[in-house]
RNA sequence: CGCGGGGUAGAGCAGUUUGGUAGCUCGUCGGGCUCAUAACCCGGAGGUCGUGAGGUUCAAAUCCCACCCCCGCAA
């Protein structure tokens, strides 16, 4: 069976590492082209791509799949099977025609809730305290095909979506084999998706990162843990956006009005009121400045409790 | 040459506009107080002020020049 991979960041990663350390035939991996990173704008090469040269995969790049381009060099490779696995571009019909067994995507969301392309994150963001990993055969929908597999788990209170993302790639790279054993066997099973319980959250941008004060902290803090490390969650403040690394969210309630500076001691660490409750700072950036931990920074910039933030 | 911020004691910052041998908060070391403390008091150590035996000046962290490094935004 000669598989096509289809993945880009680190998520895909270990899915890749599962198909040829189970001695899958894979005959190359497609992923974006390098992107300009950082400052300088230095072309970076995407996690698979690194991953896939190392284990001396034929790597293969297309701004646009779906173009003439890509599907003659994925025609030429004569695939059985595509997988996929935060691939990052949407598949055309024609695209997803060339393997003779279909393609099978690796998503990380109990399906049919979180479609889209950032589920570890919304999952955190909206405080879900379980996820996990379906497999699935891809169609022209987004993340609307029929179910094969799925592995379940529990979110930590204090997880963010770096750790997170980390233990369902792992996680996914298990169902991935299951589901291709359980392919070969014969013994795999479709289920399609119900509509009804559907959800899709879109792509991440910036400005969602924006945390509004007037929110119960608890649900800033899921912002906090679920954007990070990107796009990553700030406050405004009169000096301009301050970033919110890490967090913990407190229940007690500071009779402040939302976004003062309810704390800024050593025992209860900087803390901003919030429509319930208090969030406490435990690393921030800000603008123009390097990470700090909140007590580093609170020496070189003092704060009033009370009094809205300063910078 | 995309825009901007910055490199001052172990950490975070002030001081640079109006040149005159460096200050704050914390940490650290020693001592004291206390039933006790992340509390408080007293005392000490620690800085080539990014680099250039550069320029200007009686005098440069501060003004001028060159270079290195870091960070934010935008992509």
């Known amino acids: 069976m000669r598989i096509v991979f289809m993945g880009t960041p680190e998520f895909a990663v270990p899915s890749l590492r599962a198909l040829l350390d189970g001695g899958y035939e894979v005959a190359a991996a497609v992923t974006q082209p390098d992107r300009p990173v950082g400052r300088k704008g230095k072309l970076t090469p995407p996690p698979v791509k690194v991953f896939a040269q190392s284990r001396g995969v034929p790597v293969l790049q297309f701004e646009r799949i779906r173009r003439p381009e890509g599907r003659t060099a994925l025609e030429a490779l004569q695939p059985d099977l595509f997988v996929t696995a935060a691939f990052g571009q949407i598949l055309s019909q024609k695209v997803l025609d060339i393997p003779r067994l279909g393609t099978i995507?690796?998503?990380?969301?109990?399906?049919?809730?979180?479609?889209?392309?950032?589920?570890?994150?919304?999952?955190?963001?909206?405080?879900?305290?379980?996820?996990?990993?379906?497999?699935?055969?891809?169609?022209?929908?987004?993340?609307?095909?029929?179910?094969?597999?799925?592995?379940?788990?529990?979110?930590?209170?204090?997880?963010?979506?770096?750790?997170?993302?980390?233990?369902?790639?792992?996680?996914?790279?298990?169902?991935?084999?299951?589901?291709?054993?359980?392919?070969?066997?014969?013994?795999?099973?479709?289920?399609?998706?119900?509509?009804?319980?559907?959800?899709?959250?879109?792509?991440?941008?910036?400005?969602?990162?924006?945390?509004?004060?007037?929110?119960?902290?608890?649900?800033?803090?899921?912002?906090?843990?679920?954007?990070?490390?990107?796009?990553?969650?700030?406050?405004?403040?009169?000096?301009?956006?301050?970033?919110?690394?890490?967090?913990?969210?407190?229940?007690?309630?500071?009779?402040?009005?939302?976004?003062?500076?309810?704390?800024?001691?050593?025992a209860r660490g900087l803390r901003i009121a919030c429509g319930a409750g208090t969030l406490e700072i435990l690393e921030l950036q800000a603008p123009g400045g390097k990470r700090l931990p909140a007590d580093a920074f609170l020496r070189g910039h003092p704060q009033t409790p009370g009094a809205p933030f300063a910078l």
């Open 105 to 266: 995507n690796v998503h990380a969301s109990l399906l049919p809730a979180y479609r889209g392309s950032a589920p570890i994150n919304w999952c955190l963001v909206n405080g879900e305290t379980r996820t996990g990993v379906t497999t699935m055969m891809t169609d022209i929908g987004i993340d609307t095909g029929d179910m094969l597999l799925r592995d379940e788990i529990e979110i930590g209170p204090e997880e963010n979506a770096e750790t997170l993302t980390c233990r369902l790639a792992e996680l996914g790279a298990g169902t991935l084999l299951r589901t291709l054993r359980a392919l070969a066997d014969g013994t795999l099973t479709r289920t399609p998706q119900d509509e009804s319980a559907a959800s899709y959250y879109p792509m991440l941008r910036k400005e969602m990162g924006r945390l509004d004060p007037a929110l119960p902290a608890r649900a800033l803090h899921d912002r906090v843990r679920g954007l990070y490390p990107w796009p990553g969650a700030y406050l405004e403040t009169a000096g301009g956006a301050l970033k919110v690394l890490f967090s913990r969210a407190h229940d007690e309630d500071s009779g402040l009005a939302p976004g003062l500076v309810a704390s800024a001691d050593k």
